[in-house]
């Protein structure tokens, strides 16, 4: 059987490549995992009980709307509206089956083979992935001074066959916010040569503030240019009912919706009415998710204070913390940890083009004592 060379030349997903790991354990220890981005812990009970009352009702296991459920969309605009101070409506909004499905329908509808999208590092690995299955040229920007990225070293990358620029904050694997005046910058850079630029918001409420992420929205004519991806898997802890959200201009929507017909025609509905019970109910339970994986943070800033094994944490965000090594190639450290020290990771080779030397961490998915232990075991490296 032969394959497409566009599929063949990819690496596998790293959280499976790092949980195959896991059926050669033979250590009896609880494992760490600081692995999948994804919440551990339960939605809220509001969410918890539509969902059970959604399961009962016939409408659920029927296509919901192809642009999603009415209510919802109005919902996630008015959310936008109060986080932003911003005018969106439901006009603006399409909802997906998880944000990496809303990155793939927006880049379908904008490049296609031959063309060249521009892509912050370290870049989030299914960004790269579709790109390239796409017949797209992936174009790194490497990051400036603290891992922001610099929009006149994007535009330095611009040519004729470029198409967008992809931003990604808070950062997936940095966990590094870029500030609102550098994306307002990449904007300006995306309009001068009539670009897209996309912005992944997957982590915005996870920025330790309340402040806007950015006044993109704030120009009457940011639809031209402008695409911002959302997830609810991360906000409302319900990353396997897959549901996210593209917000742009109702022409850039009409492209999208095209592909969005080819793979999965509509969004999950029962994933839709968590979503919405969410958005709706669960404001307060959001804050203080939010404030707890702040503290878990911090947590794990201390923990790692005292460079057990000289990891050192370059960044830390949202999710994660980026962590310097210097124990030998990446794939190897990566494997010693979880065989024999008790602790699953994602190599950095997955966010970057060569080996620099670094693994993500997921800090949390782990309770305060389990951050406590991690320096520990971390230190049997050596």
Same mark, same amino acid.
């Given at each position: ?119 912050? #590092? ?31 070293? #994007? ?8 198409? =967008? ?24 850079? =995306? ?58 201009? &109702? ?21 839709? &009415? ?9 404001? &307060? ?17 201390? #923990? ?68 406590? &232990? ?9």
């Amino acid at each position: 059987m032969k394959f497409s060379s566009r599929t063949a030349d990819l690496m596998h997903s790293p959280i499976g490549a790092a949980h195959q790991l896991l059926g050669e354990r033979v250590n009896e220890r609880p494992l760490l995992d600081l692995s999948q981005a994804a919440p551990s812990f339960p939605p809220a009970p509001v969410v918890a009980s539509r969902i059970a009352e959604a399961a009962r009702e016939p409408d659920t296991g029927r296509y919901a709307p192809q642009p999603g459920i009415p209510a919802l969309r109005d919902a996630m605009a008015d959310d936008l509206n109060w986080a932003y101070g911003s005018s969106l409506s439901a006009s603006n909004v399409l909802i997906t089956a998880g944000c990496n499905q809303a990155f793939c329908i927006v880049a379908s509808a904008i490049a296609g083979p031959g063309d060249s999208v521009i892509v912050v #590092a370290p870049f989030y690995f299914n960004h790269d992935m579709w790109l390239r299955v796409e017949g797209v040229n992936v174009d790194i920007l490497e990051p400036g001074p603290d891992l922001i990225p610099e929009p006149a070293a #994007a535009e330095a990358l611009v040519n004729d066959r470029t198409r =967008a620029i992809v931003v990604v904050s808070p950062g997936n694997p940095t966990g590094v916010t870029v500030p609102p005046s550098v994306i307002a910058e990449f904007a300006e850079v =995306a309009r001068r040569h009539d670009l897209t630029l996309i912005l992944d918001e997957t982590y915005r409420s996870f920025r330790g503030t309340e402040a806007p992420a950015h006044s993109l929205f704030d120009d009457p004519e940011w639809g031209d240019t402008v695409v911002s991806l959302h997830s609810f898997s991360k906000d409302l802890a319900i990353p396997g009912y897959r549901v996210g959200a593209v917000v742009g201009g &109702e022409e850039l929507l009409v492209e999208a919706l095209k592909v969005l017909d080819c793979v999965a025609i509509s969004a999950p509905r029962i994933g839709q &009415e968590a979503a919405l019970a969410g958005l709706l109910h669960a404001r &307060e339970w959001r804050a203080e998710q939010v404030g707890r994986i702040a503290k878990l943070e911090q947590d794990f800033l201390a #923990a790692m204070s005292s460079r057990p094994a000289g990891l050192e944490v370059m960044s830390s965000g949202a999710y994660f913390g980026w962590v310097r090594h210097s124990h030998g190639p990446t794939p190897d450290v990566v494997r010693r940890l979880v065989l024999d020290h008790d602790v699953l990771v994602i190599p950095g080779t997955a966010f970057t083009q060569a080996d620099q030397s670094m693994l993500r961490m997921s800090f949390a998915n782990l309770t305060p004592d389990q951050i406590a &232990e991690l320096p520990n075991r971390l230190a049997e490296l050596g």
